[in-house]
């Protein structure tokens, strides 16, 4: 089986480096692939990889666009990624360290039609061919699940799955272009801006809006 662990361009949050430790434990019985969409390709969450032991492949999906597309966007093609590398688990962090929304692994499981479990654990393959057995905490307990695959997982920001990742040989990143998934340019769309910058009068430089203000534009703008 190929698992699929996702990374944060251009540096991993504390989620998705638990993710990447959660992979890294199904290495013996599975091909453990790491992706970041967009970015450089000397990253920090692509050098995190690269030298991560048990990964076996190092993919970044190349367009300049991927940057500034919003969270429905890069979940569609993260989606695209694992159906054309024909991943049957992915794992992502469950929110990143700046925005802390958790909205593109939602929208990686949408497209990919899998289904999507949160706050996980641990994670093996189950003695069902192609199923997971998941483990993870909820309401106050912990509970085992066996999911069949295609499936979605992520991880908390929390110490318990961080481990301390092993160390190999550094390895080269493979270009993953989108026309290499079926898609182009034109189906990115790019993330709103949503509060946006108050226009100032001549000779005064720009401010951004407080978030007093902003606030207030949203709730004008509904």
């Known amino acids: 089986m190929i698992v699929l662990v996702c990374l944060e361009s251009p540096a991993p949050s504390r989620a ?28 920090h969450s ?10 076996s492949r190092v993919l970044q999906i190349e367009d300049p ?3 500034q597309a919003d969270f429905l966007t ?12 024909e ?20 929208a990686l499981a949408h497209h990919l039609h899998a289904r999507l479990i949160s706050r996980v654990q641990s994670v093996r393959l189950a003695a069902t061919p192609d199923a997971i057995e998941v483990t993870l905490r ?19 920001p929390g110490p318990n799955i961080a481990a301390e990742l092993p160390v190999g040989a550094s390895r080269a990143v493979d270009s993953l272009p989108l026309a290499q998934l079926g898609l182009d340019t034109s189906r990115l769309v790019p993330r709103p801006n949503l509060l946006g910058t108050l226009v100032p009068a001549p000779g005064k430089r ?9 606030a207030a534009a949203l709730l004008h703008h509904r």
């Open 16 to 43: 998705s480096r638990a993710a990447l430790a959660l992979a890294c434990t199904l290495a013996t019985d599975a091909q453990v692939v790491a992706v970041s969409a967009g970015g450089s390709v000397a990253s």
């Open 46 to 55: 692509l050098d995190l990889a690269r030298t991560c032991a048990p990964v």
């Open 65 to 67: 666009a991927l940057d």
């Open 74 to 85: 890069t979940g569609m093609v993260l989606a695209e990624a694992a159906r054309h590398l």
């Open 87 to 106: 991943a049957g688990l992915v794992i992502a962090g469950e929110r990143s360290d700046h925005e802390g929304q958790g909205l593109v692994p939602a």
């Open 138 to 156: 909820a309401g106050g307990k912990i509970c085992t699940l066996a999911c069949p695959v295609p499936l979605v997982l992520t991880t908390p």
């Open 206 to 214: 720009p401010r951004e809006m407080t978030w007093e203000e902003a």
